[in-house]
């Protein structure tokens, strides 16, 4: 039975990947600098994060305590997913200065839905279905896939210490972000998230890990897009040569 569930919860995804992808390109989630009107109750930022974010540490943390496969393995994969969760549940929405905007309560009970799902799919899926023996650490596919995942993590959170530190200096005030990979692209942080779960695809080499890539690049790709496209509007002065989210290419 669970394992019908899982596999339908992976075609939901995957599914639901390809209609956000499209969607995202005409109409942006309306938070951040895309926040405005007409998007029902709102909540402040912070618990917003902490609210829609925390089932996913939740949910993978109790299928690895179910599993029956645990090992070396499957313990540096919770610890990975942990690495990225922990912080963006607990630390990063504590973190942020300057700006606590209201959040829209949809958007929330959206994310909530999806985590739940994410969080299933994930822990089911590499902690119940896959097997990994010790030789898997040893295997191209998890050395290659780990590597892309730090570095994905460095530059996700050190672009958002540095959007961090820039709201701290000016308030309610959007700026240019310069310096480092933003001399490159409008938006290192959300590279570094699609590299960092191209890695977890890869060194777990699931369809699980696989869906996670798919819906972040459908969810990220086009509103780094648009935040790209934003920026030029709103300053007239914006570095020509710099794209959106993938160095050189867009």
Known sequence: MTGTIYNLALYLIFGVAAIVFILLFFVSAPYGKFRRTGWGPEIKSKWAWLTMEFLSPALIILFFILSDNKGIVTVIFL???L???V???????FSQSGRNKPYPLVVVLMAILFNSLNGFVNGYGVFHVETYTIHWLVSWKFILGIIIFVVGYIINKSADE???TLRS????????PRGWLFEYISCPHYFGEILEWGGWALMTWSTAGLSFLVF???NLFPRA???HRWYRKQFPDYPAKRKAVIPFII
Request: glycine share 4%; net charge positive; charged share 15%.
């Open 79 to 81: 610890s990975v997913w």
């Open 162 to 164: 540095k959007l961090r």
């Open 216 to 218: 972040t690049t459908a």
């Open 87 to 93: 912080h963006r549940t607990f630390i990063y929405p």
């Open 225 to 227: 897009v648009a935040s």
């Open 83 to 85: 690495l990225h969760y």
């Open 169 to 176: 200096r000016n308030g309610q005030d959007y700026v240019i």
